[in-house]
């Protein structure tokens, strides 16, 4: 197991193939400031390019997971460009907040995708109203894909993980983006992309597994190559 914490407001440990980045600021609710989206940002940079890790897993220190952006950092002066920089740089870190309680709107992407998961009207509703969502709701309407007691959670988290981990990583990447830019195009598009994706990913050592594994009866060892 391998531990790296030389942040202040983040903590990673990374084991067999699996990281684990956990938002520590238990006594703000893991509220993102200014400090974690620059580290967040510099440490979700050296996972992505870290060949030996298959799997992320980001949690929160505490009772909370993050409660989203904090306002008080948010809103302690500055210039437009520098709050735009701001919400830049949390774009890609940021969930769905409950923002209008707040005066600000949904970003980091919840605009898109939060309509495409629960439909354009539930979540002009959730976001109108600011209304908090209870765990139960969020799986009913697609918010989220399982809902777990406490006690539960990191062992179903570690479960999943290691069937991941265990998996062709690289076809689930493709596979991830094409699901991604497909939810814009037609049919006819998305079977060209399709074609595009099964022909890089035929050439991986994974597919070349599979197809070993298969003739010779015996369990797939995937490297995510």
Known sequence: MESKN????????????????????????NAINQLMTYELLDALTAISNDKDNRVLVITGAGKAFCSGADVQDLSSG???????MWTQRANRLMLLIIFSQVGLIGDGGSLFNVPRLVGPMRAKELY???????????????????????QELDTEVRNLCVKLAS??????????????????MDLASVLELEAMGQAIASTTEDAKEAAEAFLNKRPPKFKGK
């Open 78 to 84: 500055g210039t437009a460009v520098e709050a735009r």
């Open 6 to 29: 030389k942040y202040e407001t983040i903590l990673l440990k990374k084991e067999a193939g699996i990281t684990t980045l956990t938002l520590n600021r238990p006594q703000k609710y």
């Open 167 to 184: 998996g062709p990583t690289t076809a689930y990447g493709i596979a991830k983006k094409v699901i991604n830019k497909g939810l814009n």
């Open 128 to 150: 109108f109203t600011g209304r908090l969502v209870s765990a139960e709701e969020a799986e009913s309407i697609g918010l989220i894909n399982k809902v777990v007691s406490a």
